[in-house]
């Protein structure tokens, strides 16, 4: 079956520090990968996703994640972070045929940065 | 663009009674609309998968028939918890997959409703 792990539940890091948040997969079949956000109270807001090409996807905020097909992993970096990235983050798959896609969910890292 | 509202944010109800959530995408037309439920630290679980014009395709163990999903057009999926408990309290989360966009494509997901069962 297909699940996803992301083994830090939470991960504070100062202001300004690199981070990285990992996320592992597994999967028999090929996979599409997202990094999502949620705020607080909210709904979740997409980050970036791999679909294929490029193993290095960015998103417009200054984070990056690496499609390593190896180590299924997609670990989700930051060089420097700011306060208002603090957030929960969630790593999702899509698995299945065509017409019947469903995404799976890791179960969470909350970012907190400190001050 | 791709806009999806959900309402209420919030509710409160008591034990007993129903709760309709409504799911609208604003300026795109979704054929596929999701429910998620979110446990406090824990992530999304679908619930069901809702395609316009037919029946909801629920995940093994949740309750049909509590859980009623109702996907009348393109823009709207309303998620009726009936007879609701306090177990049921939770996050509900909808998303919506733009109509004519790839079975990969990122989903659109509105802001949650938290609902509270007294």
């Known amino acids: 079956a297909q699940s996803v792990t992301q083994l830090d539940s939470q991960v504070p890091v100062f202001e300004e520090a690199p981070v990285e948040l990992r996320c592992n997969y597994s999967?028999?079949?090929?996979?599409?990968l997202f990094w999502y956000v949620q705020y607080p109270n909210q709904g979740l807001q997409l980050l970036l996703k791999?679909?294929?090409?490029?193993?290095l996807v960015e998103s417009i905020n200054g984070f990056e994640a690496e499609f390593n097909k190896s180590q299924t992993s997609f670990h989700l970096r930051k060089p420097s972070v700011h306060i208002s990235d603090t957030a929960e983050y969630f790593c999702?798959?899509?698995?299945?045929?065509?017409?019947?896609?469903?995404?799976?969910f890791g179960t969470g890292t909350r970012l907190k940065v400190l001050a | 663009g791709a806009v999806v509202s959900q309402h209420p944010s919030r509710v409160i109800c008591k034990s007993g009674t129903s709760v309709k959530i409504e799911c609208r995408s604003l300026?795109?037309?979704?054929?596929?609309m999701f429910w998620y439920r979110q446990f406090p630290k824990q992530s999304l679980m679908l619930m069901a998968t809702?395609?316009?014009?037919?029946?909801?395709?629920?995940e093994q163990g949740v309750e049909k028939d509590k859980f009623l999903i109702n996907h009348a057009s393109l823009t709207l999926s309303t998620l009726t918890v009936t007879s609701a408990h306090p177990e049921d309290s939770s996050f509900y989360i909808c998303?919506?997959?733009?109509?004519?966009?790839?079975?990969?494509?990122?989903?659109?997901f509105g802001n949650g409703t938290r609902l509270t069962v007294t």
């Open positions: 999967s028999s079949v090929s996979v599409y």
């Open positions: 998303s919506a997959r733009r109509a004519g966009s790839h079975s990969t494509s990122p989903l659109h």
């Open positions: 791999y679909l294929s090409g490029s193993t």
């Open positions: 809702s395609n316009e014009g037919s029946k909801a395709t629920y």
């Open positions: 300026d795109f037309q979704a054929t596929t």
């Open positions: 999702a798959v899509t698995v299945g045929t065509s017409g019947t896609y469903k995404y799976i």
